[in-house]
């Protein structure tokens, strides 16, 4: 494991308190693909748990490789990229909210549009069984969320935090962040999130309400190699 279980948060997760999750093949381990993208490769990855993640993956699937930073294997093409910042608590001014309301299985529907409308990252139909989801409501309508993703011993990571255009500029996204973190704070966990490094608006909004800079971080994503190329690593 790595020296710190943020420096590889999906496997601590994978590994620990999301284990009942975990789909592996070898030393590679992912959520299933209506959970999360998410996936842990080892700290070190070789060349059998490069065949083992192409395999998994199947040919030319498109993987997200969090936490890595070496060279990928030939056969394999880095298709995105991103500058990332992972943020731990700091001293959280955290606390429940008066109107935010656990967010459950019949509330997905409506989840999936809000992300849709304001692309926080990804949220699949099963990503609210990772966690506890928060959301406020107006008038009946689902207007912001926020809640629990990757899980590793001792920490949870606060996703998916988002507001309809509509109602911007009230301050929903921090009040439900305290109030997400006020549930982990409870369990005796400590809360952490990553953002884009090119978002400070938002990377600004965290640091202000607690959150420091643990370490920058690297976002890529790659494409599996096709036919013969799995077959021959597999």
Known sequence: ???????????????????????????????????????ALPDAPDAQDWADLAALAGPGAEVPLPAFRGRVPAGWEITFEMEGVQLVDD?????????AVVLGPADVPEMLGLVER????????????MGTYLGIRRDGVLVAMAGERLHPPGWTEISAVCTDPAAR???????????????????????????????????????????????????LAAMAPRGRAVEAVA
Do not use: C, K, Q
């Open 91 to 99: 001293g959280l001014a955290a606390a429940p909210d008066p109107e």
């Open 169 to 219: 500029g009230e301050g929903l996204a921090g009040r439900l962040i305290l109030a997400v973190a006020h549930g982990i704070r409870e369990r005796g966990e400590t809360p952490f999130l990553h953002a884009s490094a090119g978002n400070t608006d938002a990377v600004r909004l965290y640091e202000a309400l607690g959150f420091r800079l643990r370490t920058r971080t690297l976002f």
């Open 1 to 39: 494991m790595s020296a710190h279980v943020l420096d590889n948060p999906a496997l601590a997760s994978l590994s620990g308190p999301h284990a009942r999750f975990a789909e592996r093949r070898g030393r590679v381990l992912r959520y299933p693909l209506d959970v999360s993208p998410w996936l």
């Open 118 to 129: 304001t692309r926080p990252g990804p949220f699949l139909p099963r990503t609210i069984d």
